[in-house]
Nanobody, 123 residues
């Protein structure tokens, strides 16, 4: 499964971005999906995850109330709506999938990764 993340860019603090992830394959709705990010010099960290059906979501504390994860199983697409962006949100954002429907915040639980999309938030 080859994932393709897009939608990153350079924005000012307080702005919004919407990341997308295309996930070709016939069993997309069977896979839980997640977003992770990695800032320079830091480890990859969990941002958000969504179950295969989309009925369950989970967020890291630092994005609660600002980011919203969603998916469209008919389009094999995953999204991350990011509002009220802060300079500390600057990172490369990765989408990932796991061959289980249940969500996880552990990057080791994910089987496939996209190439990442850069998000830069200026102050």
């Amino acid at each position: 499964v080859q994932l393709q993340a897009s939608g990153g860019g350079l924005v000012q603090a307080g702005a919004s971005l919407r990341l997308s992830c295309a996930a070709p394959g016939r069993r997309f709705s069977s896979y839980a999906m997640g977003w992770f990010r990695q800032a320079p010099g830091k480890e990859r960290e969990f941002v958000s995850a969504i179950s295969g059906s989309g009925g369950s979501t989970y967020y890291a504390d630092f994005v609660k109330g600002r980011f919203t994860i969603s998916r469209d199983n008919a389009k094999n697409a995953l999204y991350l709506q990011m509002n009220s962006l802060r300079p500390e949100d600057t990172a490369v954002y990765y989408c990932a999938s796991r061959v289980w429907a249940q969500i996880s915040e552990d990057p080791e639980a994910y089987d496939y990764w996209g190439q990442g999309t850069q998000v830069t938030v200026s102050s």
